[in-house]
């Protein structure tokens, strides 16, 4: 599927020096991007896990209207596979599973304000049926009991986590969280802007803490693409308490890992790097690169989330898609 659409001028954008990013997009608008999400992990400076996984996506415009637009948001789910939310599954349980998946793409239905600021799902009880089916079917997998019952454990605070739109967004939809983050905002060329944030709480508890900053960081007026980059800073005590949370739900010796997390030196830093189309405001690609940062007892674990949303060159013209009217 190829970016096929008209050509105007970039003048506005470029003369003024200012970016207001706001959607303009028109029903039946579709583009094919792929999903590209890397895990490593390193202890005392040397590798200890690496997992990597690609998919595509389709971004659809269903709707849109004087108020709003419904979007669709259609995948190959990974849930299973280079998420880093559940355990490592056996090879056995996994091939079934991305089996199984491959063959009934997952759809989220969604809608954004006029701007494309996102607003909330449409088909999340459809979702989280999915998953917890998905996850009972691994449960049965199990033939030992023993397992069972430990991933029964592990499982618990990620089904807390379906009891709520906001916590199937952020357990599974972080792709589409992200795509949407920069609409509504507008920065001048080159310039930065700091200010307090809050991220979601999986677990339905009070939101995180941050500080974040966005910065408009280059322009490519041939290519008629620019950059700008989100960094966010979580509140160090906030990512202590929410980390005991989890702890508190999966450890066998609770108040253990409650003293152990205390002791920890935590530092958690996300930064999100956007090219965008100018003009049409559409992604040409998203790099987003999660550090997490864990010291105890004179150990240090890093780990890193990466996530790369991109249209494949081969899915864009000459021409960038600029909208004419």
Known sequence: MALILPVSSFAQDTLANRFEIVAWWSKDDAFL?????????????????????????LFEVLDSTENSYRLGWTYQTNLFEGQGVLPKLPDSILVKLIDD??????????????????IGMENASEIKMSILSKLAI?????????EREVFQKIMSPIKDMLTSEEGIEQLIGRELQLFHMLYGIALDSGSSIDYDDQLPNLFG???????????????DTLAG?????????PQEKAVKKLMQEFMMKVAPDKKEAK??????????????????YYGYYLP????????????????????YNRLRIYLPEEEVTDNPPVKTD
């Open 259 to 276: 003293k152990a997390v205390s002791k920890m030196d935590i530092q958690l830093l996300n930064r999100h790097t956007y090219e965008m």
């Open 284 to 303: 040409k690609s998203i790099n987003s690169v999660q550090r997490i940062a864990i010291t105890l007892n004179g150990e240090t674990s890093i780990r």
């Open 225 to 233: 693409t620019f950059v700008v980059i989100n960094e966010t800073t």
């Open 33 to 57: 991007y792929r999903i590209e999400k890397i895990k490593e992990v390193y202890k005392n400076g040397e590798q200890t896990e690496y997992d990597s996984s690609a998919s595509e996506v």
């Open 138 to 146: 691994v449960e049965d997998m199990y033939a030992d009991q023993k």
């Open 205 to 219: 508890g009070a939101p995180i803490p941050a500080k974040s900053r966005l910065t408009q960081t280059s322009m």
């Open 101 to 118: 998946e491959k063959s009934t793409p997952s759809s989220f239905i969604y809608k954004t304000d006029e701007v494309g600021s996102f």
